[in-house]
């Protein structure tokens, strides 16, 4: 079934509102003075939570959209090395929000279909 032009421009415009906070959050995450890694995750778990709840189509997605940032950042820093690819595992925290948010979406709205 074809998504509506409304619909398909409500999803890209949070798709946007993704890259952007990744981008944010990774630009305060980069900044000499910040060393503070627990902030750094609650931000990508709340903004992901949050933009995946009022998108459910493509979770996934926005989970890439908003935690790509900071492993890219580090890899374009150092290079490729083991470190640095570990630094991909980031990218976990926003997947189980952006599925968590999901869940709690079906649990809470039960009539709404997310295909």
Not at 91 to 107: C, T, V
Request: glycine share 8%.
């Amino acid at each position: 079934m074809p998504t509506q032009p409304r619909t398909r421009l409500v999803e890209l415009v949070i798709l946007a509102l993704a890259i952007a906070s990744g981008f944010a959050i990774n630009w305060v995450d980069t900044r000499p003075n910040w060393d503070d890694t627990g902030i750094t995750v609650g931000l990508l778990l709340l903004t992901t939570g949050l933009l995946a709840f009022l998108a459910p189509r493509r979770v996934w997605l926005i989970a890439l959209a908003v935690g790509v940032w900071i492993p890219a950042q580090a890899v374009m820093k150092n290079g490729v090395t083991t470190g640095t690819l570990s630094m991909f595992l980031v990218l976990l925290f926003p997947l189980a929000a952006a599925y968590g948010a999901l869940g709690i979406r079906q649990l809470t709205m039960p009539g709404t279909k997310t295909p």
